[in-house]
């Protein structure tokens, strides 16, 4: 899986990517992409079929995919399956990884927020933590544009799509705009306190009936992620740099320079204790 992300990752992936935009959705074949791909699938065909052999019904994502493709009136098989399943681990694990990386990176230069959200996560309460979490993804969404193909010819505010054509919907030009949020390109977690961040106007998952299938779960997972790290360490800025820098290499929009922080351990009243590297 290391071997398939690191492919993905890369600039080259993100080239290809670029192209097929240009080739209106024809994929140019990668060779590496296919051999690491193929070799995820097969582990995955392999605990497939281990599973169906002994009849093992562990409590995971794999069983509960199983179970629900099991359940249609026209199955998928295990190609399907483990391809499906292969999609589903990298982006829960590139969605996820790339916040955490942003909030890292925000709030060790931010110390008035990071420390209301320290006094927050101390009192139990997730008001703030929630907030701190939507104004990361609005300033820095793990994917900055999403695209949609016209399946007929429509009006855009008098513009005519012919079908076909692709829109190409710049999410983070969205998130910048200052009649929308308010001193746009500063990290102010307070402007979603009270209040849920607006469907048309926060997309950091997409938007529509395509929407991103696991924006409720990449949520949660960066909330508990969080809070757990905040109850446990104290983050501190490695440098004096400002945050916010962002790789123009990299497939999706993580920190230049990969966020390093410093963590030091809390002891049991709170106090920072010696950093630990």
């Known amino acids: 899986m290391l071997a398939y992300c690191g492919v993905t990752e890369s600039p080259s992936f993100l080239g290809v990517g670029l192209v097929t935009m240009a080739l209106r959705g024809r994929w140019v074949p990668i060779p590496k992409v296919a051999r690491t791909a193929a070799a995820v699938d097969a582990i995955v065909l392999e605990e497939i079929a281990e599973r169906r052999r002994t009849g093992s019904r562990p409590d995971d994502c794999l069983t509960m995919f199983l179970e629900l493709n099991e359940q249609e009136d026209e199955p998928h098989d295990d190609a399907f399956l483990a391809r499906s399943m292969r999609g589903l681990m990298l982006a829960g694990y590139a969605a996820t990884a790339v916040t955490l990386g942003w909030l890292a990176d925000y709030l060790v230069h931010q110390p008035d927020a990071l420390a209301a959200l320290e006094e927050s996560v101390d009192r139990g309460e997730d008001g703030y933590l929630d907030a701190v979490v939507a104004e990361a993804l609005r300033l820095r969404p793990a994917l900055p544009v999403t695209g949609r193909r016209a399946q007929r010819a429509f009006n855009l505010n008098g513009l005519l799509v012919p079908p076909g054509a692709y829109i190409v919907i710049a999410i983070t030009a969205l998130h910048q705009r200052a009649d929308l949020h308010p001193d746009p390109l500063a990290f102010r977690p307070e402007r979603f306190l009270g209040s849920r961040p607006e469907t048309h106007t926060w997309l950091p998952f997409g938007g529509g009936v395509h929407r991103c299938l696991g924006d409720e779960l990449a ?13 446990h360490r104290r983050l501190s800025a490695v440098d004096a740099r400002p945050g916010g820098r962002a790789s123009r290499t990299h497939p999706l929009l993580v920190p230049a320079g990969g966020a390093p922080v410093v963590l030091s351990a809390r002891d049991r009243t709170g106090q920072s204790a010696p950093p630990n590297g």
Do not use: G, N
């Open 219 to 231: 949520l949660f997972e960066a909330r508990v992620l969080l809070r757990t790290l905040l109850q």
